[in-house]
């Protein structure tokens, strides 16, 4: 950290700061200001960094159609004109409109049983992101606040929840619910960098570093009369702001290597991707990155078929990073919707909303390797295997990442749940 | 008024203080209190004595002593805070600290809290609290907050508002809005529910929907239900979703519930959690319809005659939860902290910390007849809301006082508590005993129910057989009438035909009449057959019915003596719980008093021990201070260097950046001109072998124009870069050159330090010494704090909302004055008011009221970013403290934020630079921004902040400031 020369090192403003640290150590804080990087040495914090449980979503808006990418069924009324193709799993099939993938499969699992009973796409967003069916009067926070929240170690300087999200926008979204706003995502609209990160070109860094100087001054001598866990974290999210600063470059994609950007593609989804990686190596612990849209009510063959051309080579290609970078170990993955597609192909060539049985692809961190659970019928029609619900999947996501899934956080003296108790996780899923 | 007095939670350990705050109970406490209450309490004196109440009532529950009253800036900064929402500005400040009136105070108070500021902050309080920041699916919110201020200009009481914001159902347009409570919850019941148990009466039954709340014993399933009856026939109607979404409400329904613990189920009626059912009016079911629904129609809204929503607000109002509700909310909004915390979560296990306290608070809200205005004001006049923010210095003697009242104290509360526990196991053992009753008692009744519904069974089935009798009786008398007209005519008959014996017709005539008769008189002899065979079987009946009535009485004797027993059982458990509430409530202000006699003891101790040790830090610090004096032009000068040195090397960069824009501009000026050429010099040789023709002359003509021209263009940027260029490298050597100056600047500082060493030595020694005793200090002191905070005998510690943190930066930066008057322009401009209007109270007070209009339509848009940077999300409690990086990001980084703490005209900063002495520099930025002067320390580092930038960059060290004042603890959080 500079420091500013003058108004920042005269013996009383240090010696009052260390007193200010030693107490405020000793009060069980330490820890969280150790995690503005000032105690943690590089090495110690990459390790950790390196170490850390992690969770990439990729939301395929809309509702992907089950049938056209992780359990196609060729040659039957409703299998639609695209083939089955192997996959590097013998035994694995998926369909041919996602041939990069395939290539990865033994990196990853397929569930084909969810029955989710909800058609309707705001709800069924809701059960697939909060793992809960909605109920009047409550809102439960979603997967990726309860992640962060469940996974923050005092250390953390950077935002534990971000969602890239496909258009502009920015800011913090509102999807953290009673987990409070600490926990709720900070949004990097079209991949662009969290809102005021950049210092505006008329200030002068080391002129900024003094006022920041004589502000902590005034409020170290404010903290002498009183100080209540309000006040630490009002100056705690200054120094955090601070170092999501020094660290802006975290969110820039632009400094990834040509080639790696050359190999994700030239499109948005390939530069959310790289983002997505690049983010997940930083250790930000949950990232979503969002592939719009799929809601193919009519043409829905032609609609797949350029979709998942988008989708395919970035996805396998971060896949095929994050395994050969070691992240996948430390990383679970999973590519959802809020529901599937109908496996009956209505008059427009479109296939319509259908949450009783489909599948999602998941991979990484506690997550057996190129296995397939589940099974539909041989249209696809109905589960016959294994029938999983939304409470299930979300206990299953916990466990994969070393949560205890029936645990429960503790908002104002009440116990909240983690996950829905009447549900458990997907053994046959987990390492 | 006499059923309110049985809802009250009885309290015998607070009885002796409760002659402190008598009766605006009620009437029959006036009277029992004799003849000088009662001309004390007298209705019209009633209103100013609140406050006094409440003193009183604080000062008989408070431990130690009383912590002195803040002072003028203090009071002033805390009133503004409170009433406008936002800090007074240095020139308020300065006029009040400076009035020498001994009730300034009261007056203040008074002028705030009739200003048309206080009605804007408090609608947008409201607002805020009912609304959640919930969205504008069906209203607007502007709408709403428009009849909330309208509501609160008015002085509309509470209850009032309450009462018409559950009752509207958004039919009339004019008066939608008032609606959007119930129909931004989407009118559902269950959220229905549970707002208004949180917003209106304090308790979050949300949890007890399902089963009794698992934590908290006092909040019951079947009271939730009991709530839920009141809304559950309500529901959002809307037919066709492309038009406006209305309330509608059922006539009939009741509230079933199962708990999913225990399997009991019940059937709710609607009552107030903890009351008994309210009464209802008996409506027959055809007459139950002000709008009956239409099967046919979907679009007919059905409207009930009685609407048990209503209802509602009408009962609640009256109930104690309803004024300790809001009353406590009050409490919050002037005091920074409610006495129950969090408001919606009151109950005997997190009760008040002075329960006669928030007594005096929900009586004095409900004597002032809900007057949130005057009540508020009654507040701010308490000696609690003026007194100061430090712990009050606590002399020896104080001390050992506390010390020897320390084990009676604890005694005390060992007692309460052991009388707590006690009553706890007799309500358990008693409610056990209740439930066993039910049981045992269960068959007896079933046997009268049994008996009972048989005997109305016997009773309708004589009735039936009665009805038989009847009918039959009817079905014989048409009969009657025939046989008595066919004789006549048969009379007649015989008449004609002895007259004329010969003619056949006739006599056929007369047999056909004679056989008629005969058939219709053997009709009438079955129908009395029927007849007495019905009467025979109604004779059984009765006999049955008699015997099934004398059974059922002879088993109502026991099962009434049963119900009557369970009834008993059930109101001593009422009794029970309401004086296990009650010992609980008593027990945990015994136990907080012996915390805060705890903690101000462990205070006085620590400062004994810190004090010699700190004093000798300050001296040595003082030391070191002075000797800083005199190395201070080398400390300046290495400052002024580095600054100086920081903005050579930005504007060397941007000098670098620029060469290379320059020289792209001119490689991409000299290609064209280049291409040109080319093409040019090819069009010469193709006219050379094609003389003579037109078209490649014109064009060669325009290629040498557009060369000609482009080659202009290249020379030019060719020289703005050359130009960039020599510029950047002059830019290098500046900072070459003050790199030099820097680095002879650091070696002139280091050639001082030495000075310093010793100092420095001594200061660290000292500090080490102290440091034990400095850290034992502050958590004695925050301990003690905490403790005080919480029984409000201490100023607590709030963030400022979202809104008043936007007004408040908005007017400590000056930019709200600045707003003012570029409204007050655009307003006069616009309505050209004529001289005479500026003395017509009228007119200036419209003018007024429309520049305040046009200040805060400026205001809109930050305010509104400040609510999404420090604002929860929609629907989740909104009092919640958080602070996040973004919010620590768009301070440091926002243009706009940054503008405001620039100078300009007579902003603050702007105003700062025309002060020259450091002393009054920090008096106008500390007055400004905190409401206070700073002290010795403060000035002296805000000189030295200044000195350390070299003049030019006054502007920026004047907005720097600024800045670290408005960032700071102090200004976010009122004190």
Redesign the interface.
């Known amino acids: 950290m500079k420091t500013c ?3 920042c090192q ?3 403003h240090d ?1 009052g700061r260390r ?1 200010f640290f ?2 405020m150590a ?1 009060a069980g804080a330490g820890a969280s200001l150790a995690g503005l990087g000032l105690f943690a040495t590089p090495a110690i914090s990459a390790e950790l960094a390196k170490q850390q449980k992690r969770m990439l979503v990729v939301r395929m808006a809309g509702g992907l159609s089950q049938l056209e990418s992780w359990d196609p069924k060729p040659g039957v009324s409703t299998g639609g004109p695209f083939r089955a193709i192997p996959t590097s799993v013998p035994g694995i099939q998926i369909c041919e409109l996602l041939p990069y993938t395939a290539k990865q499969m033994h990196h990853l699992a397929l569930l084909r049983s969810i029955n989710t009973h909800e058609d309707d796409h705001g709800k069924g967003h809701y059960l697939m992101m909060t793992g809960r069916r909605q ?5 439960d926070p979603e997967m990726g606040a309860v992640i962060a929240k469940a996974l923050d170690t005092a250390d953390r300087s950077l ?1 534990g929840h971000i969602v890239i999200s496909p258009g502009g926008g920015g ?2 979204n ?1 999807d ?3 987990l ?3 926990y ?1 995502s ?1 949004v990097l609209g079209n991949g662009n960098p ?7 070109g ?7 570093l ?3 100087d ?2 902590r ?3 170290d ?8 866990a ?2 630490e ?6 120094e ?3 170092e ?2 020094r660290r802006r470059e975290v969110f820039d994609v632009s400094l990834e290597a040509e080639k790696d950007r050359a190999r994700y593609g030239d499109s948005d989804f390939g530069r959310h991707c790289l983002l997505a990686r690049r983010l997940i190596e930083k250790g930000i612990t949950f990232v979503q990155v969002t592939h719009s849209n799929y809601d193919t009510h009519n043409e829905n063959f032609n609609f797949h078929f350029e979709q998942l051309g988008d989708f395919d080579k970035p996805f396998a290609t971060l896949i095929d990073d994050l395994a050969q970078r070691g992240l996948m170990e430390h990383t679970l993955v999973v590519v959802l919707s809020e529901f599937g597609r109908t496996p009956n192909i209505n008059h427009l060539y479109g296939r319509d909303h259908w949450s009783k049985a489909w599948s999602i692809c998941l991979g990484g961190t506690g997550i057996q390797k190129g296995i397939v659970v589940g099974k539909t019928n041989d249209k696809g029609t109905e589960v016959t295997e294994r029938q999983v619900d939304t409470g299930d999947l979300f206990h299953t996501y916990l466990s994969a990442l070393g949560v205890k899934s029936d645990g429960s956080f503790l908002i ?3 116990k909240m749940p983690m996950a829905d108790p009447a549900n458990k996780p997907i053994k046959e899923l987990l390492v | 008024m006499v059923r309110e007095m049985k809802m009250e939670t009885p309290r015998p350990s607070a009885a002796p203080r409760r002659s402190s705050v008598p009766g605006l109970r009620n009437p029959l406490m006036l009277k029992a209190g004799g003849l000088l209450v009662f001309l004390i309490l007298s209705p019209l004196r009633a209103q100013e004595l609140v406050h006094v109440l409440i003193d009183k009532a604080m000062d008989a529950a408070r431990t130690g002593p009383a912590v002195p009253a803040a002072d003028d800036a203090a009071f002033l900064r805390r009133a503004a805070l409170v009433f406008t929402g936002m800090p007074p500005s240095a020139e308020e400040a300065r006029t009040f600290c400076k009035d020498p009136a001994p009730d300034k105070r009261t007056a203040l108070v008074t002028r705030l809290s009739a200003a048309p500021a206080f009605t804007r902050h408090l609608a947008v309080q409201l607002d805020v609290m009912l609304m959640e920041r919930r969205p504008e699916m069906h209203t607007k919110a502007a709408d709403w907050r428009l009849w909330l201020e309208k509501s609160l200009e008015a002085n509309k009481p509470w209850d009032q508002i309450v009462k018409e914001m559950l009752a509207a159902d958004g039919s009339d347009a004019n008066t939608r809005a008032v609606a959007r409570w119930l129909l931004e919850r ?1 009118s ?4 229905l ?3 208004a148990g949180r917003l209106f009466l304090g308790r979050d039954m ?2 007890a929907q399902c089963h009794d709340h698992p ?1 908290i014993d006092d909040y019951l399933q079947r009271d939730y239900h009991g709530l839920y009856a009141f809304f559950g026939r309500t529901s959002l109607f809307q037919p066709d979703p492309n038009k406006p979404a209305f309330v509608a409400e059922q006539a009939a329904g009741d509230a079933a519930f199962t708990s999913v613990f225990t399997k009991v189920s019940g059937n709710a009626r609607p009552h107030l959690p903890g009351d008994r059912d309210i009464e209802e009016p008996a409506i027959p079911e055809d007459q139950q319809w002000t709008v009956a629904p239409n099967a046919k129609d979907k679009n007919v809204r059905p409207v009930p005659k009685y609407s048990r929503r209503t209802s509602f607000a009408g009962s609640m109002v009256k109930s104690l939860a309803f004024r300790r509700n809001i009353g406590n909310r009050l409490w919050g909004m002037v005091m920074g902290r409610c006495l129950v915390e ?1 408001p919606d ?1 009151m109950h005997s296990g997190n009760p008040p910390a002075h329960p006669a306290v928030l007594d005096a608070v929900a009586d004095g809200i409900a004597a002032m007849k809900y007057d949130m205005r005057g009540f508020m004001r009654e507040l701010a006049l308490t000696k609690t809301f003026a007194q100061a ?2 712990p009050a210095p606590l002399p020896p003697d104080v001390q050992q006082s506390l010390a020897q009242k320390l084990p009676s104290l604890e005694a005390e509360a060992a007692r309460l508590k052991e009388e707590a526990s006690k009553l706890a196991v007799t309500f358990t053992e008693h409610t056990e005993a209740m439930e066993e009753l039910q049981r045992s008692t269960e068959p007896v009744i079933a046997e009268w129910t049994k008996a009972d519904d048989a005997s109305a069974a016997a009773k309708s089935a004589h009735a039936a057989a009665l009805a038989a009798v009847q009918k039959a009786e009817d079905a014989k008398k048409p009969l009657t009438e025939t046989l008595r007209t066919l004789t006549e005519a048969t009379q007649a008959a015989e008449k004609v035909c002895a007259a004329a014996p010969q003619d056949k017709e006739l006599a056929a005539a007369l047999k056909t009449y004679k056989d008629k008769t005969a058939g219709t008189q053997s009709s009438i002899a079955a129908a009395d057959k029927e007849i007495a065979a019905k009467q025979a079987d109604a004779k059984t009946k009765e006999a049955a019915a008699t015997a099934a009535a004398q059974t059922a009485l002879s088993k109502k004797a026991p099962a009434d003596e049963a119900k009557q027993k369970v009834a008993t059982a059930m109101q001593n458990v009422a009794q029970d719980d309401k004086a296990k509430q009650a010992a609980r409530v008593a027990a945990n202000e015994a136990a907080l008093r012996v915390k805060e006699s705890q903690a101000m003891v462990a205070y006085v101790n620590a400062v004994a021990a810190a004090t010699p040790l700190l004093a000798e830090c300050e001296k040595q ?1 003082a030391a ?2 002075a000797a ?1 004096k005199e190395i201070a032009p080398q ?1 300046i000068a ?2 002024h260097a ?2 100086t040195l ?2 050579a090397e ?1 504007a060397s960069g941007d000098a670098v950046a620029q060469v290379a824009s320059a020289k792209k501009a001119a490689e991409t000026a000299k290609a064209r001109m280049e291409a040109l050429r080319d093409a040019s010099d090819k069009t010469v040789l193709a006219i050379q072998k094609v003389p003579g023709d037109k078209d490649l002359e014109g064009a060669g003509k325009t290629l040498q124009t557009k060369f000609e021209a482009a080659a202009k263009e290249s020379e030019a940027k060719g020289k703005s870069a050359t130009d960039a260029e020599s510029a950047a490298s002059k830019a290098a050597a500046k900072v070459t050159e003050l790199k030099e100056l820097f680095t002879k600047a650091e070696a002139a500082r280091a050639a001082v330090e030495p000075k310093l060493a010793p ?2 030595a001594a ?2 020694d000292a ?1 080490s010494k102290a ?1 034990t005793v ?2 034992a200090l ?2 004695a002191r ?1 301990a003690l ?2 403790v005080q905070t919480g029984t409000s005998s201490v100023a607590g ?1 709030t ?1 400022l909302t979202p809104e008043q943190f936007c007004w408040s930066v908005l007017q400590a930066t000056g930019i709200m004055d600045q707003m003012k008057e570029q409204s007050a322009k655009e307003w006069d401009a616009k309505n050209k008011p004529a001289e005479a209007d500026k003395t017509d109270p009228a007119k200036q007070a419209a003018r007024a009221a429309g520049i305040d209009q046009l200040t805060f339509d400026k205001i809109k848009p930050h305010q509104d970013q400040f609510v ?2 420090f604002g ?5 409690p909104q009092s ?16 706009q934020l ?1 503008s405001w703490t620039y100078p300009s005209g007579n902003n603050l900063a702007g105003r700062l630079m025309k002060l020259k002495e450091p002393q009054a520099i920090a008096e106008e930025l500390y007055l400004s921004t905190l409401t206070r002067l700073p002290d010795a320390e ?1 000035v002296s ?1 805000i000189a ?2 200044f000195d ?2 070299p003049p030019d ?1 006054r502007p ?2 004047a907005s ?2 600024v ?3 408005v ?4 200004f ?2 009122r ?1």
């Not at chain 1, 109920?135 to 809102?139: D, F, I, N, Q």
């Not at chain 2, 919640?880 to 243009?895: K, S, V």
């Not at chain 2, 960032?967 to 102090?970: K, P, Y």
């Open positions: 020369h003058y108004a005269t013996a009383a010696l007193a030693g107490k000793r109920k009047p009067g409550v809102t935002p800011g913090r509102a953290s619910a009673y409070g706003p600490k709720a900070v969290p809102q005021f990160v950049e210092r505006p008329s200030l002068a860094e080391n002129a900024v003094c006022a920041n004589l502000r001054k005034i409020n001598r404010f903290a002498l009369r009183r100080r209540t309000e006040t974290a009002y100056t705690q999210c200054f955090q702001a601070q999501l600063m104002a003296g009440q | 989407q559902e019941p269950n959220l529910t549970r707002d949300a949890c934590r969090p979560v923010f430090d610090t070191l201070r800083e400390e290495l400052s580095k600054h920081a903005a930005q100092f420095k200061v660290a500090e440091s400095r850290l502050a958590d925050q704090a905490a510690l963030s999404r940077l929860n999300s929609a629907g989740q919640d403290f958080f602070a996040t990086a973004d919010q620590a990001l768009y301070f440091e980084n926002a243009g940054r403060e580092d030295r902040f350390s930038r960059q920026a060290a720097d400031a800045w670290a004042l960032t700071s603890l102090e976010r959080f004190h």
